[in-house]
């Protein structure tokens, strides 16, 4: 939470590559943490040449540099949390690993960016496995779509493995919590849900929007990391983070020819118009029967 005697407000470390189009990855983060009230600090983790309609190039930055990033600014400024999106390289996903190490009480989101919003390949094999034992286990919330966290449990044979079964592997390789987003779903609404190791804690059933988005899950695994970094538990900051993302994709423009790009300050535009006559959220249904 913000300090009250230095008046700064809460620290997010975020690692994540840069997106030129300012739609997704690092710009997205951003401008997402600063929209909720945190100051971002970022390391860059990959360069890219992408537009909205997709990414065509993927340039690794050397690990070295990765860690050199982080450790300069971890060594100046205390981190309320850490946001993790695209890594590069088996060599940065190893860096980053030892360095969050070093701060088992910071919460660390991690949003498993496998492709593109088009479904440009952005991880490798490799990459995966080096992401399932080294940095699960450090992870406090990861936030995979339903692909992803297929193929992150290793039902990629499997179209139909049942979610919940595919996020109990994700957290018994040590991850505390795990929001499955239901975008890619055939359901009526999109119902987004978090689990435990008890189970089900929470879903959240929002309307479906028209369009395709570039950057929607990285403005979600950025507004958790802000709501945890404001102080909020858990189970709040993902009912509040979700609200904050639908409302930003609700407004969301389209800039160039590809996808719409989330308004992430849409408060700041009070008088806008919202693209179409979409109807407000519902209400989520919290299982614990305490929302």
């Known amino acids: 939470?913000?300090?009250?005697?230095?008046?700064?407000?809460?620290?997010?470390?975020?690692?994540?590559?840069?997106?030129?189009?300012?739609?997704?990855?690092?710009?997205?983060?951003?401008?997402?943490?600063?929209?909720?009230?945190?100051?971002?600090?970022s390391v860059i983790t990959a360069i890219t040449v992408q537009d909205?309609?997709?990414?065509?190039?993927?340039?690794?930055?050397?690990?070295?540099?990765?860690?050199?990033?982080?450790?300069c600014l971890l060594e100046d400024m205390p981190v309320d949390a850490f946001k993790i999106g695209v890594l590069g390289s088996v060599e940065n996903v190893a860096a980053i690993a030892e360095i969050v190490s070093d701060y088992p009480d910071v919460p660390l989101i991690l949003d498993p960016v496998l492709t593109s919003g088009r479904g440009d390949e952005l991880a490798s094999e490799e990459?995966?496995?080096?992401?399932?034992?080294?940095?699960?286990?450090?992870?406090?919330?990861?936030?995979?779509?339903?692909?992803?966290?297929?193929?992150?449990?290793?039902?990629?044979?499997?179209?139909?493995?049942p979610l919940e079964q595919c996020a109990a592997r994700l957290i018994e390789k040590g991850c505390e919590f795990v929001l499955v987003t239901g975008t890619h779903e055939n359901t009526p609404q999109v119902v987004n849900t978090l689990y435990a190791k008890s189970g089900v804690l929470r879903a959240d059933r929002w309307p479906r929007l028209s369009g395709s988005y570039h950057g929607s899950g990285c403005t979600l695994a950025s507004a958790i990391a802000a709501m945890l970094a404001n102080g909020l538990e858990l189970p709040e900051a993902v009912r509040e983070a979700q609200e904050y993302t639908w409302q930003a994709l609700r407004r969301a423009y389209r800039p160039g020819m590809g996808q719409f790009?989330?308004?992430?300050?849409?408060?700041?535009?009070?008088?806008?118009?919202?693209?179409?006559?979409?109807?407000d959220p519902p209400r989520a249904v919290d299982v614990r029967g305490t929302h």
């Open 52 to 71: 909205s309609l997709g990414v065509e190039g993927v340039q690794a930055i050397d690990s070295d540099w990765v860690a050199d990033q982080a450790r």
């Open 1 to 41: 939470m913000p300090d009250s005697e230095t008046g700064f407000p809460p620290l997010v470390l975020t690692f994540a590559a840069s997106d030129p189009s300012g739609g997704a990855g690092m710009q997205a983060d951003l401008l997402t943490l600063a929209s909720m009230g945190c100051h971002p600090l």
């Open 261 to 279: 790009l989330p308004d992430r300050l849409f408060w700041a535009r009070e008088d806008a118009e919202v693209r179409g006559d979409e109807p």
């Open 127 to 161: 990459m995966m496995h080096a992401l399932r034992e080294l940095l699960l286990p450090q992870t406090t919330i990861i936030t995979p779509n339903s692909v992803e966290v297929r193929r992150l449990a290793e039902f990629d044979d499997d179209d139909e493995a």
